[in-house]
């Protein structure tokens, strides 16, 4: 899906998300509740985080200019980064709030707020049908897609208190509702700053193992050993690899570069990569680079010829 129909189906939610966010707070107020109150604050991260969306989609779409050579990909990581941190903070308010009333239950109007709760869930249920239905491999917009859901499981907990309240008057509900909602908040804020963090700090993207990738790069026919090993996420769902490849003196460098390549691509899906391929000079491959950073993979045969280390007569 193109990004702008990302951007024309986020605005969409963005706009529902805001008009019922302002009639949340005035019943909310009126009500005193809670939850409701709990629940407008964080429909008014769900639009900071959709904004944000919306801002990090039109700036990834900038191209490379100057010194920033991979353009502005990753504003979008800093979105999602930020509505993690942003759910986190949420979370402990709410979770100290909540503790509060636990101890000291205000008198709650139940049927202020289970009427909020339900029209909240309708509400809620559009917008995530509308984001749903974007590019959610982008973590961009699964940040704000997280921040959407949990407001839907929100208004399901704000709708069951309401019930209980006006059923039988335990107005502690109120309060056990908004403990749900910080739970899902700190559940989701989690997962964000914990994914967005792996691909500022460049580690390998979900389901690649360098160790692995370079084994299988040394079994490839002629490889003597592969050094410099990187892999890495430009942004969320677009990976990079970088390496040294050194392969045995006689053999055509460009040839077995070419067929790494593919293998990258069509094994890993890496069809972003930066290869190095020299020939092995002499019987110690690792003579050829002294500093190579990570692991050093040799391949099998050269791992049995080369010497020993640690032997006495080295």
């Not at 053999?251 to 593919?262: G, N, S, T, V, Y």
Request: net charge negative; aromatic share 4%; proline share 3%.
């Amino acid at each position: 899906m193109s990004s702008e129909a990302d951007r024309k189906l986020l605005s969409g939610a963005l706009a529902l998300i805001v008009g019922f966010m302002a009639a949340e707070i005035i019943v909310g107020i009126a009500a005193g509740s809670l939850a409701l109150i709990t629940d407008a604050a964080h429909m008014l991260t769900d639009a900071i985080a959709i904004l944000l969306a919306l801002i990090a989609i039109r700036l990834a779409a900038r191209p490379p200019a100057g010194g920033y050579t991979y353009g502005f990909k990753r504003v979008e990581i800093l979105s999602a980064q930020a509505n993690g941190i942003t759910l986190l903070l949420l979370a402990a308010y709410f979770v100290f709030e909540a503790i509060n009333r636990m101890i000291h239950p205000p008198d709650v109007k139940g049927g202020l707020v289970l009427i909020t709760g339900l029209v909240g869930i309708v509400v809620n249920l559009l917008a995530t049908w509308l984001i749903s239905k974007a590019n959610r491999s982008s973590l961009n917009v699964e940040g704000a897609f997280q921040h959407i859901l949990n407001d839907l499981f929100a208004f399901i907990a704000t709708a069951i208190a309401g019930l209980v309240i006006l059923l039988t008057g335990f107005a502690r509900a109120d309060a056990i509702a908004a403990l749900v909602v910080a739970a899902l908040m700190l559940k989701a804020g989690i997962s964000l700053v914990r994914d967005s963090g792996r691909i500022f700090l460049e580690a390998a993207p979900t389901g690649i193992d360098p160790q692995a990738l370079g084994a299988e790069l040394c079994a490839v026919e002629g490889v003597v050993e592969v050094h410099d090993l990187h892999v890495w996420e430009i942004t969320s769902g677009e990976s990079a690899a970088s390496a040294h490849i050194l392969v045995a003196e006689g053999l055509d460098c460009h040839q077995i570069r070419i067929k790494i390549e593919a293998l990258l691509a069509d094994r890993h899906q890496l069809t972003h990569s930066t290869l190095q391929v020299d020939h092995a000079t002499g019987d110690d491959p690792a003579a050829h680079c002294s500093d190579a950073h990570g692991t050093v993979h040799r391949s099998i045969t050269t791992a049995a010829r080369a010497p020993d280390p640690a032997s006495p007569n080295h």
